[in-house]
């Protein structure tokens, strides 16, 4: 690995514990004005100084984040297709490298979606992107996504899409946790952080699905509606870092929401 992909890598993955809390506010660029996210620096602002990394497009970074923050953006280049197309995986690269380049960013994100339609475009914007940030000294980070096909998060399908987004050169690879995790984690020679998903009923179910994924091998989290459409999104990012960094339990980290409320 380059020095200039070490080095930016280790500002999202912090090298004290090899461990993540990103904050994913990327959704409008498939979902338009997701709940909480209307505003997103009031949403985001608060929150800013518990995330290791932002996730979020540049057009929402130049409008909506303070250009002092010490956060390390990992910029949503990818889309090309919104929740009322026909089809999600239909992306592709929509911002260049040369403007990740002026957004100081961190790392760059891209989708891929193995098995649908539009596999072999996305996984062509992943080699493409993986060159542009090899010249530029710049991570990939690779999303395994899926679409509206929620049935496909399974230890054998998440495994097949890790993989292969390492064998396409991603520094590090973002997907789903699934039973069986640890296998997903033991065949992909890159990092992988999860996707927080959907909202969870509880908030001890977010930590407990947190603590599981580091047990068995995540080197951390890449989590959005969890934590900000919570009512208390102080607390559960609180309560996010603290099994992530500090290996707390999910029941210690309940206390830790109590007490921020």
């Known amino acids: 690995m380059d020095w200039g992909i070490k080095n930016r890598l280790s500002r999202i993955i912090k090298p004290a514990t090899g461990r993540t809390v990103m904050l994913a506010v990327d959704h409008g660029y498939f979902l338009g004005p997701t709940h909480r996210l209307e505003h997103v620096g009031r949403t985001v602002g608060p929150l800013l ?9 540049r057009g929402i970074l130049r409008s909506s984040i303070d250009p002092e923050t ?32 002026r957004l100081n960013v961190a790392a760059v994100a891209l989708s891929i979606f193995v098995g649908s339609d539009y ?7 992943l080699a493409l992107l993986v060159d542009m940030g090899q010249e530029y000294g710049i991570p990939v980070l690779a999303v395994t996504a899926v679409g509206k096909e929620l049935g496909k998060r399974d230890a054998r399908f998440l495994s097949l899409s890790c993989r292969i987004a390492a064998e396409f050169g991603a520094s590090f ?19 992988v952080v999860i996707a927080g998903g959907p909202k969870l ?17 995540a ?4 989590m ?7 009512d208390n999104p102080v607390g559960m990012i609180k309560g996010i870092r603290a099994v992530v960094h500090e290996r707390k339990q999910p029941e210690e980290a309940l206390e830790i929401f109590n007490q921020s409320k």
């Open 49 to 57: 100084d518990y995330a290791d990394a932002l996730m979020l497009t």
């Open 70 to 101: 010490a956060v390390p953006i990992v910029l949503r280049v990818s889309g090309g297709s919104s929740i009322i197309g026909d089809d999600l995986s239909n992306e592709t690269i929509m911002t260049s490298m040369e403007d990740a380049v």
């Open 119 to 125: 596999e072999k475009q996305t996984l062509e914007s």
């Open 173 to 191: 690879v973002k997907t789903y946790y699934c039973d069986e995790f640890e296998k997903v984690v033991e065949s992909c020679p890159v990092p």
């Open 201 to 217: 009923e509880t908030e001890l179910d977010a930590f407990k699905m947190a603590n599981d994924a580091i047990q068995k091998g």
């Open 219 to 222: 080197a951390g989290v890449d």
């Open 224 to 230: 959005g509606r969890n934590i900000w459409q919570n």
